[in-house]
């Protein structure tokens, strides 16, 4: 029997939401595999309705199948329910194009946008029937590269991929297929191509090339490359002309209930601030802009090839494009006759201000949001977070009186220096924000907090300093829900602590942590970004039996001259930088002077 029959008659029958592993829908590209010579599947480690929106995905599929020598198939990691039916009838993972075996192509391509995905590609490599460890890869494997913002410290990952770009799509897959395509060619082993490509392009990290060796306390000695000609470090490659990038004019348009189902028009790559604590912002510099002109032929050309009727301008913040008011003004006057409506997902409010009336008039409401990420103007000056209240207050003003009857407020919890009264201060800070609707309204407006804890990352000012303990977070809770009762009028939810200190511990982790996270795996860890499938015991139990140290990757200070996991990473940002940068807060904060005081570098 096929393989499509066997799909059709012995697993879909048998599972919740069929319609998400049998693609078919509008734009999808289905190529003969027997006229191309380099096939990739294209692996997102979520489900298909959280995975086909991702931007990323998009441009690579477009950009692989672009090319009359590749194809480029999809597939996202099955739900529990179809993963153990699959088991159960011996179905290996399948691309949503044409059905094939994952494990029958020449590469397997994962991104990976953040560390809680993890467990979910080894239960895509595990139903695929490739081995886990790339060091057990049989010669019919197909490579299995990894890509995306979690690359920026790929070490917790690092033995189970055979390899990682570092960089933009558009800048090294055209490169890296071509010597693929070459290599194949001339029936070069795995370990031989692999070697060739990572001679060839310094952005990609191989690494299975790279020694780690370790000091007695179990922090990094040094990191040598095992082979002549391969980088060290290596380098991230970067788009600088996003006018004359490719672009997915043509995406995947879901048939199955999916989180983003709009045209993703990304108009600005990068952030021009520098929030300490946010990865992104330091790692996708410098910020490159598209033209408006461009912005408005991609919309246009996306529109007439989908139908779809919102438009989301899509940027890490999107405040900061210059000229955001023509831009709006030009996309409306030429969709909004057409009921298609402009979303802007990453507004800050002084800036909404700016264009609430066309708004209220042409455009989707989206919901008021702020993110303020710290309760007092101190810890905002300390993280640069520069909010103005005297900025923000016409604002929201402005919004309460085109209607918005509430605002979600986004703060962290956990920095450094930080103290009882900054919580205090950040629930005042709350009932203030809802009072001011009082003047317009007579009444204050819902305000939803929504409190996340400080994960450090790696290749920020962060990155050396200890995630606060479980205690405190537990403890900072109970402040801020005895600091809230009084308000009726506003709402605190709080992220998963438990599943914050795993992303601190992947994000500052390095490679001895693949034993840990195979036995998470092995315990039955999946999904664990999704709250009713994740249980930080399995995580626990991994640990214990792997004797790993959690506290020593989430919980500790680095030394300031110590060697990093992702130092032989470069993301073009000096560690001298970062330094200066930790360094300033702890001028600014005198009272973590003593939680870190690196001397200089
Ligand atoms: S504005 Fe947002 S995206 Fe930019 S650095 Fe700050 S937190 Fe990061």
């Not at 953040?114 to 467990?119: G, N, P, Q």
């Not at 989206?366 to 993110?371: C, F, K, S």
């Amino acid at each position: 029997m096929s393989q499509q029959k066997r799909i059709e008659t012995e697993l879909l029958p048998f599972i919740q939401g069929a319609s998400q592993y049998i693609g078919r829908e509008m734009n999808m590209i289905l190529k003969d595999h027997h006229t191309v010579s380099v096939r990739v599947a294209m692996g997102f480690p979520d489900t298909y309705a959280i995975g086909t929106g991702s931007l990323a995905m998009q441009i690579i599929y477009h950009l692989l199948n672009a090319r009359s020598d590749t194809l480029c198939e999809r597939v996202f990691c099955p739900w529990i329910d179809a993963a153990d039916r699959m088991r159960a009838i011996n179905l290996p993972l399948f691309t949503l194009e044409s059905y094939t075996a994952v494990r029958e192509f020449d590469i397997f391509a994962l991104t990976v946008p953040y560390e809680m995905l993890y467990s979910n590609i080894l239960e895509m490599l595990d139903l695929a029937g490739i081995a886990l460890f790339s060091r057990d890869r049989k010669e019919t494997d197909p490579l299995v590269i990894a890509g995306g913002s979690q690359m920026d410290n790929p070490e917790p990952f690092a033995d189970f991929i055979d390899a990682a770009v570092i960089g933009d799509a558009e800048a090294t897959l055209p490169a890296f297929i071509d010597a693929y395509k070459e290599l194949k060619s001339q029936n070069l082993k795995r370990d031989d191509i692999l070697l060739n490509l990572a001679k060839r392009f310094p952005w990609l990290y191989v690494p299975k090339f790279y020694k780690i060796e370790y000091n007695d306390d179990h922090t990094i000695r040094c990191v040598t490359p095992t082979i002549d000609g391969i980088a060290l470090p290596v380098k991230r490659e970067i788009t600088l002309d996003l006018d004359a990038a490719p672009y997915p004019t043509a995406p995947i348009v879901p048939i199955h209930n999916v989180v983003h189902d709009r045209i993703n028009i990304e108009i600005m790559r990068g952030c021009p601030n520098v929030c300490r604590f946010c990865h992104e912002g330091y790692t996708r510099k410098p910020v490159r802009k598209r033209s408006i002109e461009k912005i408005i032929e991609l919309a246009k050309e996306t529109y007439a090839n989908t139908g779809l009727t919102e438009i989301s301008l899509c940027s890490l913040s999107s405040a900061d494009y210059p000229n955001l008011e023509k831009l709006f003004t030009e996309l409306n006057d030429y969709f909004a006759p057409k009921h298609v409506s402009i979303a802007l997902p990453s507004l800050r409010v002084e800036k909404q201000l700016q264009i609430i009336p066309s708004q209220t008039s042409k455009v989707r409401k989206a919901p008021l949001t702020i993110a303020l990420e710290a309760g007092s103007e101190r810890l905002r000056k300390m993280i640069h977070k520069n909010i103005d209240l005297e900025n923000l207050k016409p604002a929201v003003l402005e919004a309460y009186r085109c209607g918005w009857r509430g605002v979600k407020l986004y703060f962290m919890v956990g920095f450094p220096g930080e103290t009882p009264d900054d919580l205090i201060d950040l629930v005042e800070l709350a009932d203030e924000i809802g009072q001011w609707r009082k003047s317009i309204a007579g009444r204050p407006a819902e305000v939803n907090v929504s409190i996340s804890f400080l994960v450090p990352k790696s290749q920020t000012p962060m990155q050396w300093l200890g995630q606060k303990s479980l205690e405190y977070f537990e403890n900072s809770i109970n402040i801020l829900r005895q600091a809230v009762r009084p308000y009726r009028h506003i709402k605190l939810s709080y992220h998963d602590r438990f599943r914050s200190r795993l992303e601190a511990i992947f994000a500052r982790g390095n490679r001895t942590l693949s034993a840990a996270l195979y036995q998470a795996w092995k315990n039955g860890a999946r999904f664990d970004s999704w709250d009713d499938t994740f249980q930080y015991q399995r995580w626990l139990d991994a640990f214990a039996a792997t004797n790993t140290d959690a506290d020593f990757f989430a919980n500790r200070n680095f030394g300031p001259t110590e060697i990093l996991p992702w130092d032989h990473i470069d993301i073009s940002l000096k560690k001298s930088l970062l330094m200066s940068h930790l360094k300033e807060m702890v001028a600014n904060a005198p009272e973590i002077k003593d939680f870190y005081s690196p001397p200089d570098v």
